[in-house]
């Protein structure tokens, strides 16, 4: 069974920094792109970052400069390191896996999304 579980959520004042991780397991010859997303209360999920499975970078505009995403795929894990932290950053983090060619299996499938970290960034 494939499994993503995310870790480094917290507390900060804002200007602070935060590094989240995101370690897949149960993932058999599967190529996948693997993406930050995140949601605040009362507002709809939204994209923050992503390493496709050829190492290509996205940012969403509202996190360049200030986010950087890197993926260790010697352990199948995504990081997200935040720096300068607003308050407007306080959301759910959850990541995401999406399949990126080859076949479905259990183990490889198109679509996964873990349980997410809470970050909070007070002013």
């Known amino acids: 069974m494939v499994q993503l579980v995310e870790s480094g959520g917290g507390s900060v004042q804002a200007g602070g920094s935060l590094r989240l991780s995101c370690r897949a397991s149960g993932y058999t010859y599967c190529r996948a792109d693997m993406s930050w997303h995140r949601q605040a209360p009362g507002k709809e999920r939204e994209f923050v970052s992503r390493v496709d499975a050829d190492g290509k970078i996205v940012y969403a505009d509202s996190v360049k400069g200030r986010f950087t995403v890197s993926r260790d795929n010697s352990d199948d894990t995504l990081y997200l390191q935040m720096n300068s932290l607003k308050p407007d950053d306080t959301a759910m983090y959850y990541c995401?896996?999406?399949?990126?060619?080859?076949?479905?299996?259990?183990?490889?499938?198109?679509?996964?999304w873990g349980q997410g970290t809470q970050v909070t960034v007070s002013s």
């Open positions: 995401e896996t999406q399949r990126n060619g080859g076949f479905w299996s259990p183990n490889c499938p198109d679509n996964k």
